[in-house]
């Protein structure tokens, strides 16, 4: 006899990676370079220092002061997790079993995911031709849902900026959005915002329907750390602690995220870096003769080639990985080339053939 799995979970398919090792890795949006070796060793210093066989802060309230004294936002409304990928589970689930989901096609696949195996129903609204949102696609859908469903709500999600476009939706047309979806809870997730000119976190002081997702795994560097947060109004944030496992963020996690909040300057020098290698990389992509890369606002480039499976191919054979987007709408040719050393993007450039500098 089969085991009792629900059918939406046996019909969800893995999630889209597949693990290749290359010298150049420029396929996952990392950070070009590790965390600084003496702040590991005081992270190691300090966990060394707490007790191992205690259990953590049962919502992890000391780390959610450190968050909340970064961001400056009230510490009520900072609600820390394994990883911003956990809140987007836990925020449709928030919205009801079943409940509508809308986003923008395509987008972090973790959105559709989610939605399908909480039963949600999904709506996805494509891109404009130039890769930007289209907001107005998401408020004539907004509006749709709500007359086939009144009264009910739902979760709009919209990255910014947006991945693997690298667009970013302007302040202003995020405002429409965040006026017409009272009643919704507007997510923006902002994994990528370190690297954009502005964030949405007035908007949200506006708006108490309205959730940030922010995690360290992008400007921080700290993939390996696995840690997200929301910052949300105070009761949005009190009812997603329901929804978060108790002692769920580790001593661990938080005794490396303090010493990472203690020197935010390695933040600020990196994201400086890294913005400064992209557009280096999106000058000499401009001379590509087949090649157009997307203006990005994020810490990667989305390039259109004629074929994004030789384009892989040839890239893999000189030692560069990159990621293939061109299963996913209205990206066809598409590869997405994560901002690496200077020295991996001028291996990127060389094996696409261009000068490197």
Known sequence: MNPPIRPAVVASPDYPFTPVDAP??????????????????????????RPWNRYPDLNAEGLAARIAAHEGWPEAGVVPATGSNVLIAQLVALAGIGARVLTVAPAFALYGLDARLLGAALTEVP???????DVDGLLQALETLRRESPGSGGVLFVPRPHAPAGSLVTLD??????RSSEGWLLVVDEAYHHFAPDTA?????????????????????????RLGWALASDEVARQLRKLSPPFGVSTMQAACAEVAFEHAAVLHERIAGVVRERERMAEALARHPSWHAYPSAANFLLVRTPDAARAHADLRAAGVLVRRQDALPGLAG????TVG?????????VAAGLTAR
């Open 201 to 225: 976190i007035a908007l949200a002081r506006r708006h108490p329907h309205v959730v940030l997702l922010r995690t360290m795994s992008k400007g921080w560097g700290l993939a390996a750390l």
């Open 334 to 337: 598409c590869i997405r080339v």
């Open 127 to 133: 891109l404009r031709a130039d890769l930007s949102t």
């Open 173 to 178: 047309d995020l405002e429409r959005l965040a």
């Open 341 to 349: 050393t200077p020295a991996e993007n001028d291996a990127f450039l």
């Open 24 to 49: 150049v890795k420029l396929d996952q949006n990392e950070a070009p370079d590790d965390f600084p070796a003496p702040l590991k060793a005081l992270a190691l210093e300090r966990l060394a220092a």
